[in-house]
T-cell receptor, first 110, second 117 residues
Framework: RKEVEQDPGPFNVPEGATVAFNCTYS??????FFWYRQDCRKEPKLLMS???SGNEDGRFTAQLNRASQYISLLIRDSKLSDSATYLC???????????FGAGTRLFVKA | GAVVSQHPSWVICKSGTSVKIECRSL??????MFWYRQFPKQSLMLMAT?????????EQGVEKDKFLINHASLTLSTLTVTSAHPEDSSFYIC?????????????FGEGSWLTVV
């Protein structure tokens, strides 16, 4: 079983739609959690951290459920520019190794 | 903000030769850096953790004699792909961990495209 698992998609949605991505992690000792965005042939860029209390940044909302070892990302009012691959990222406790999920591809269409 | 720079961005080399990729933290000291590779349409795979002043820690299945990592200073880690083969062609990305009062933040380099012909 992979340490971080995501639905690879692709998700094809129209502009203005709401889309949700899910992610599960297997190591219960994982310490911190993030969503990254990666555009084609570019390096990943931090989208947002994920906190147990849930956090929101504009149209993006992230949730963490430690008991279920589950992370989610909700995108509201999708824009064409949101088309990218979204990576669920988990930092292992102690060594701070960063483990990436396989990514979920999103295509937002006009 | 903090910046991590990789060089070169693109490199083409012949089979059997060695290629060095540099990863530099430009405005912070990074005791720990990480090296990843990414094949087309696949996720980033952690190759190794680079520790300043000590040996790198390699992930299972990664050949340490083939992928040499040196982290000689607090701002520079290098990855050398030795005796490169076409199957080593990939996107290599480094990241560096900045430790500050606000906690730990990971910054990524821009990545290096390696093509072995």
């Amino acid at each position: 079983r992979k340490e971080v698992e995501q639905d690879p998609g692709p998700f094809n949605v129209p502009e203005g739609a709401t889309v949700a991505f899910n992610c599960t992690y297997s190591n219960s000792a994982s310490q911190s959690f993030f969503w990254y965005r990666q555009d084609c042939r570019k390096e990943p860029k931090l989208l947002m951290s994920v906190y147990s209390s849930g956090n929101e940044d504009g149209r993006f909302t992230a949730q963490l459920n430690r008991a279920s070892q589950y992370i989610s990302l909700l995108i509201r009012d999708s824009k064409l520019s949101d088309s990218a691959t979204y990576l669920c990222v988990v930092n292992r406790a102690g060594g701070f190794k960063t483990i990436f999920g396989a990514g979920t591809r999103l295509f937002v269409k006009a | 903000g903090a910046v991590v720079s990789q060089h070169p961005s693109w490199v083409i080399c012949k089979s059997g030769t060695s290629v060095k990729i540099e990863c530099r933290s430009l405005d912070f000291q990074a005791t720990t850096m990480f090296w990843y590779r990414q094949f087309p349409k696949q996720s980033l795979m952690l190759m190794a953790t680079s520790n300043e002043g000590s040996k790198a820690t390699y992930e299972q299945g990664v050949e340490k004699d083939k992928f040499l990592i040196n982290h000689a200073s607090l701002t520079l880690s290098t990855l050398t792909v030795t005796s490169a083969h076409p199957e080593d062609s990939s996107f290599y990305i480094c990241s560096a961990r900045e430790v500050s009062g606000a906690g730990n933040t990971i910054y990524f380099g821009e990545g290096s495209w390696l093509t072995v012909v």
